[in-house]
Structures are given as structure tokens and as C-alpha cells.
């Protein structure tokens, strides 16, 4: 983050005298004084909802400037906010989450500063527009940008490119244009003593190559089923068939923080409302209804969601524990399919 400021800040500095206010801030409704202020706003917004650990809404509170404050001003007001946030990044547990509206009503360190380095990029490059300059940040922010942020965006070579086009600022080669457009913070599930954390792309590559995707394993985890899971993640990804609620989640035990393992889907549910759900839990953590409870859990959040009429199970007939994970889980039998016992669950 302190790049993307630093970088940004650098740009603009070269144009500090010249008129800001009036001027169009690209394809914005503000002007580019206007959208310089903006940033700066949310700098600090983000880092007083990480800080206050904000639950519901937004920390009731907004950046005020002086009367007079000139162009180059504004500038070191970003910089002091990015360093805020930064600040309070570096500060705040890996396992906090504070509210942001977009779309699952929360995100973690990481996302906050993912949204900020966004707001960062894409604004400079709409103030620069207005004012004729040129800008392109560093290419691994932008990729970084959409892997955490349009998970649901299939990468291209060019990332700045592909970001601009993502959030209706430009054209890219082949894909439609885009006149809407919202990020996305993964989502989390909680239930009694587990937290089922989503797994981005770049976590789920990492687990795919025999990383531990960032978080913390019990001593025999991940097992292969998570593994497996997270390699289907990469590709749907990569094919632009993505999508963070859809996914992959890691069961994380509230009590120490450990991951167990691993529960999602098969993919985004199908025309009839459908979607195939699957698990797996380091030998360690089984037997202790885990897998039961997280099932539940995720099932119910699943279920509530809008157009989901139907969550499926397939599980091997010699598989007698998972068939009573998802027998205690509420699930019913169901039809079977390629040699493999269905269970299903409905609203």
C-alpha cells in the first residue's frame, strides 16, 4: 500500500499548480480536487473501521479540511491517511474483521487494504486523465487488486489493463464493456467453534503447491481433499468461472486458531437453483463433529442465499463417516450418481 500512495503521490506532485477544481476527474462525476479528497477519506475511513473494529457500519465520523488547503495539501493529507492505514494494518490480528458493504458485509486487513491500494490506482488514474498526465502503476498491484478484489474477473497478461476494464474505465480485447461493477471482499461463515474462512485465488494456488495457502494447519493438514479443492479454485479462476461465495473455505478452530480443514462447493449453483457441496478434515480433527457443525453452517448460509433451491451431496458407499456427517447434517438420501451414494438438502 505504502507503494501504491508513494508512487501516486509522485505523479501528481507534478501538477500541484495547476487548477484541480472544475476540472473533470475522467470518467467521474467529481472533479479531480474532489476525487483527490476522496481518497484521502477513505484512507482514513478504512483505517478507523480496522481500528474501532467497526461491526455493523461505518465508524460515524469524516475527514475535514482546512480552508485553503491547496493542491499540494491534499497530497500530504493522503499521505498521512495511507500511513494511518498502513499503520493500523500492521496492527490488527490477522483473524479481525470489520464492516464494508460489499457484498458479504465485512473484510480483514487484507481486504481493506486491497479496496485502498484500489482507490488509490483507480482514482490517480482518473485524476491524471483530467489533468492530461500520464500514470500506470506497478503492474503486481493491479494484478494483486484483481486477485483479491475480482475474483471473479478471468486474469489477463496485462493486469493494469484488465483492472481498468474491470471497473468500467477502459476496453479490453474480446470481453464486453463494463457499466457496472462492485469488488468483492471474500465472505465468512461462522458457527460454534469453527470459522469457515473463503479462500482467495492466490491462498488456493499456494495450497494447491503444497503451501499452507497462509493459514495455520493443525500438524497433518491439509489433508488431500482440501488440496484437491483448492486446485480446482486455480482453474475455475483462471477460466473466469469463479466466485468467492462458491468456493473453497478453510475450517478455522476459534480456540487456537487452527485450520482443520476444508469445505465448499463444486461451483456456482447450476439453472435449477442446484449447488454440489464437499469436505475434508485432517485425520487429526476428525471425530470430533467438526465436519458436522461447519456442514450445518455452511448449508444454512448457502441455502439462505438468493435462487439456491437445492445443496447436493455425493459420497462413496464405502465412506460410512461422511455419510453420517451429512445425515446428522440434515441432509436426506437422494439420487444416486456414477457409484456414488446422494444426499441432498432443500430450504
Known sequence: ????????????????????????????????????????????????????????????????LDEGT?????????????????????????????????????????????MAVAEMLLHTHDITAGLGLSYEPPAELAAGVLERLFPHVRPADAPWPTLLWATGRGEL?????????????????????????????AAARDLAAGGDGGFRWV???????TREAAGMTVKAYESGVHRAEWGLFVLVRREDGRAVGGMGFHGAPDEDGCAEVGYDLAPSARGRGYATEALRALSAWALARDGVRRLIALIEPD?????????????????????????????
Open 173 to 201: 480485447p474480446g470481453r464486453a464493456p463494463v457499466s457496472g461493477w462492485r469488488w468483492v471482499n471474500p465472505p465468512e461463515v461462522a458457527a460454534d467453534r469453527l470459522v469457515l474462512r473463503s479462500v482467495v485465488p
Open 1 to 64: 500500500m505504502e507503494r501504491a500512495v508513494a508512487d501516486a503521490v509522485a505523479v501528481l506532485r507534478t501538477a500541484v499548480d495547476r487548477e484541480w477544481d472544475g476540472v473533470p476527474a475522467g470518467r467521474l462525476e467529481w472533479d479531480c480536487r474532489q476525487t483527490a479528497e476522496h481518497v484521502a477519506g477513505d484512507l482514513l475511513a478504512y483505517a478507523g473501521q480496522l481500528a474501532g473494529r467497526a461491526g455493523s457500519a461505518y465508524v460515524p465520523f469524516e475527514i475535514t
Open 219 to 225: 500438524e497433518d493438514g491439509p489433508w488431500r481433499g
Open 70 to 114: 491547496g493542491n499540494a495539501d491534499v497530497l500530504d493529507v493522503i499521505v498521512t491517511t495511507g500511513a494511518l492505514l498502513a499503520a493500523t494494518v500492521r496492527t490488527t490480528p490477522a483473524d479481525v474483521r470489520a464492516f464494508h458493504p460489499y457484498p458479504f458485509r465485512g473484510a480483514d486487513r487484507e481486504g481493506f487494504t486491497a
Open 319 to 347: 465412506n460410512g463417516p461422511s455419510q453420517r456427517v451429512v445425515t446428522r447434517a440434515g441432509y436426506l438420501p437422494a439420487q444416486d450418481a456414477d457409484g456414488l451414494l446422494g444426499f441432498e438438502l432443500l430450504p
